[in-house]
């Protein structure tokens, strides 16, 4: 399979425990992004980078959240102090974006990982 | 602010018949547009894209949306349901072709009745 993997794909924590998620995209993409879902919600977007540069960040992202992407390769998601509002489903994407920026691909999206914090 | 509005959080149709989805967006330009299909315990997928080609656009399993810059709209149709279609259905809106963000609108279930 050649998709966006995303491990693990369910995590169940304690309230104030450290949670890190990891995202392997499509290899030949160079964008990765990373979504939350809530129930009844549409995806609402984290952060994304360009190969190993993180270039934006939502403020939905608090100082708690951490995303890296070390060789511009696989991505991971660290969560410290975990709250019970961060229970959701975390998505990853991946896309392929041209040197000049002119095409950007459609984003694949992994099957995600649900946090429930208790 | 840049948004996207999805006008019916539930539409139920019975088989056999036709789908409308509802979706609008807010910009002054002329964004990239996708629709993406949730079933449930399963990945986002892609049903189409629009991209500044043609206004009309065709995907997978029968679905099409029609770009109007005028209304600012990229409704989704389908002629005819199919059970499998039922599902979660989410309208997105990358603002320019270089933008990293993708904007989610707030999802329309779909039921299909048999």
């Known amino acids: 399979d050649t998709g966006v993997s995303q491990d693990p794909r369910h995590k169940i924590t304690k309230r104030g425990q450290n949670v890190t998620f990891r995202c392997d995209p499509i290899?030949?993409?160079?964008?990765l992004y990373w979504y939350r879902q809530t129930l009844g919600q549409g995806p609402e977007f984290l952060t994304y980078?360009?190969?190993?540069?993180?270039?934006?960040k939502s403020r939905l992202l608090s100082d708690r959240f951490s995303a890296e992407r070390p060789k511009g390769s696989f991505s991971t998601l660290e969560i410290q102090r975990t709250e019970q509002g961060d229970s959701a489903m975390y998505l990853c994407?991946?896309?392929?974006?041209?040197?000049?920026?002119?095409?950007?691909?459609?984003?694949?999206f992994g099957q995600g990982t649900r946090l429930t914090v208790v | 602010a840049q948004s996207v509005t999805q006008l019916d959080s539930h539409v139920s149709v019975s088989e056999g018949t036709p789908v409308l989805l509802r979706c609008n967006y807010s910009s002054s330009y002329s964004p990239s547009l996708f629709w993406y299909v949730q079933h449930p315990n399963k990945g986002l997928q892609l049903l189409l894209k629009?991209?500044?080609?043609?206004?009309l656009v065709k995907g997978i399993n029968g679905f099409e949306a029609e770009f109007k810059k005028s209304e600012t709209s990229f409704h989704l149709t389908k002629p005819s349901a199919h059970m499998s279609d039922a599902a979660e259905y989410f309208c997105?809106?990358?603002?320019?072709?270089?933008?990293?963000?993708?904007?989610f609108g707030d999802g329309t279930t779909l039921t299909v009745k048999p």
């Open positions: 997105v809106v990358r603002w320019n072709t270089n933008a990293g963000k993708s904007t």
């Open positions: 994407a991946s896309s392929l974006a041209t040197l000049g920026q002119r095409m950007n691909t459609e984003a694949f």
């Open positions: 629009y991209t500044s080609a043609a206004t």
């Open positions: 290899s030949e993409h160079n964008r």
């Open positions: 980078f360009q190969n190993e540069a993180q270039l934006e």
